[in-house]
């Protein structure tokens, strides 16, 4: 592409800035119309829009279903509460539902304006088993397009048998099908045979490139600022962009618009606490979170003299407000910074910083726009001298990501087609590392030249009903992406060996107004959904995905060392290429008690990034020398079925999947199955309410999965009395299956008359039969004869974990 992505940017502007006139001078206010306008919305039809908040809190509701009685038609709220129906003039019926909340019907007249109805929504005052798995519509899973989509509210969340009773966004969708980690203590999780740096994770839209804390036993989302969590793993909107196994998209609270609330929970790790309160006369509102854990201050008195002054501690602060302009105007802004320090003499450091503004702005009643510009960073470093006890000898390295990025997005709402449509503009900055070294006082400072890179995106998408029964979206997304100056860029040779070292024989400078290399993707997407009945339906998508930026990890686990690299001249951009089937039913009382799914999906993948035997990744200048590209496939099938209501509900889920890649210079050129492949994976989430017992309700999670591929030597070789082993194929053994029992038993506070003091205690076990799961498996010569060599397992977690967590809110 010879055009700037810039170019691409205002070109989206130029057309919508015009689409915006028009759509404002044909326009319809709410309570007044004049004559010659209302000749002319007649033939057009008029439009009822507005927003559905919580009753208790104000929060915009996600996913509200609005439904018109008269024509079989509706919307759903968008992620900030907000809906718009087109309809042919007249009076109707408009339904508007959400578990959990008292339904409201609502007469419209439609024959003279547009009308604007914001609406607040009041919790239904039922036993909490009946609203705890969903807040969704009803019958979500089978009226929305949306398909290989999964969604965890909180008060689900809350409920769920945690490690050490400590409630985590990312240990909780690995209860869903198609979602997998390599074992415990494992960063990040696997999607549909993606890796971890294939899922884009997004705060606020920012997006967070390391979401755990202490090596992945926790993540970084505070579950009492956490509004809404949604994973997209297939059909994914042209909205959406960048990486190709799945998006998972977190929403903050935006803090209490009616009273102060002060929300916490003391724990055996970490304690937490957060505060929301109205602003501005309850035109907008806060909210404060804060966590920080203290094992590393509880066991001091315990360590050694060697590990007296240890370091091992997280924490985070979580902050978001909003304020509310007008009715056609609202501000956020949401913030995030966390840190993990780990290690004693020897050390590491990592942390996340994000912030994200966005305003919100309603054109008309058919149009409306959310503008994000959010910044990241995700720095790392590793400290061979943490507690300073040798000033003078000691060696550091410190690396970063940082992004910057503006987005636009609009929504046109046009009779029954909803079209979405806009661009995005990120800069990458890239700090791959810088090293420290002191010796003897002697300092000498080196590393590898930061790398630069501009994305830009422009998508247009549309959600069309097309009859009764057919729901189409299709969309286009045209990626662009430029590797920047100032920087080296190198060619390697190519008549070596295949999996052998690549050296330099080229190096070419480049000044910063450079455009080193350019790569361009268009990203076709397409989903249908068609009702077989009112409570099935069948459902078809397929998306095209590119991604720009990679994780260098050659470990049996990623870490927080690892290395982010953008693609340059010697390494392409990802492809992923996804089609999913599946079909959808509700059943049971009232017709959806039960709601089940079974979905197939097959991806082909190119590009994908292996390495060399022996490659070096730490702060290698010419580290793509060691690179090696090749082409991947993931297929399967997910089961699932869950009950929604009554005394016991929960879920089972059951995946069967293969995922597979083949690069030349590996196993022989053939097919071998990646670290995280799993062929098999059972989980089930079991939520109780005795009837009996109001104070009580119990809870269990048990998880089965197949072991996970490892490199294991086929023989050895024995030469003056030293053993060597001999390997024959990539990843050709597996370890050991891993099963795993959950419980936990909540304990509510009694409830005092004219107090808002709401509590209760968690009780949990986690590994309840004390499984000795195998994270790896690794051999060493035995310690009496060095002969013989033994195979060790280690496990993570070999024993039962009890815990205790109190949980106060008022």
Known sequence: MKHSSIHWLYGLLLICLPLQSSLAQGSLTTNTIGKGQEKGARSAGFTVSGYIKDATNGEGLIGVSVYVKETSTGAVTNSYGFFAVTLPAGTYNVVISYVGYEKQTKVVDLTAHDVRLDLELKQEGKQLQEVVVSTTREDDNVKNIEMSVNKIDVKTLKRIPALLGEVDVIRSIQLLPGVSTVGEGATGFNVRG????????????????????????????????????????????????GRIASILDVRLKEGNAKKPEVNGGIGLIFSRLSYERPLFKGKGSFIVAARRSYADILAQPFLNSDLKGAKFYFYDLTAKGNYHINDKNTVFLSGYLGRDVFGSDFGFNWGNTTLSARWNHVFSNRLFLNTTAYYSNYDYSLNTDLKQKTPNDYFKTDSRILDYSIKPDFSFFLGKNTITFGGQAIVHDFQPGTATAASAGSVRSFGIANKHALESALYIGNEQQTTPKLQLQYGLRYSLFQYKGPGEAYTFQTNVPLGTRREVVTTVDYKGSDVIKTYGNWEPRFAAKYDLTDNSSLKLSYNRLAQYIHLISNTTASTPLDIWTPSTNNIKPQIADQIAGGYFKNFGRSGNEFEASVEVYYKWLQNQIDYIDGASLILNKYLEGDLLSGKGRAYGAEFFVKRNTGVVNGWISYTLAKTERQVDGINNNNWYPTRYD???????????????????????TFTYASGTPGTFPTGRFVFDGHVEPIYEGRNNYRIPAYHRLDLAATLQGRKRPGKRKEDNWVFSVYNAYARKNAFSVYFQPNADNPQVTQAIRYSVFATIIPSVTYNFKF
Do not use: C, M
């Open 194 to 241: 993606g890796s971890i740096d294939q899922n884009l994770v997004l705060l606020d839209e920012a997006p967070v490139y390391n979401s755990s804390h202490l090596f992945g036993f926790f993540s970084v989302f505070n579950p009492d600022a956490v509004k809404d969590v949604k994973l997209i793993k297939g059909g994914i909107p042209s909205n959406y962009g």
């Open 678 to 700: 799993k062929r098999h994976t059972l989980t089930s989430v079991l939520l109780f309410d005795p009837p009996n017992a109001k104070r009580w309700n119990f809870s269990a």
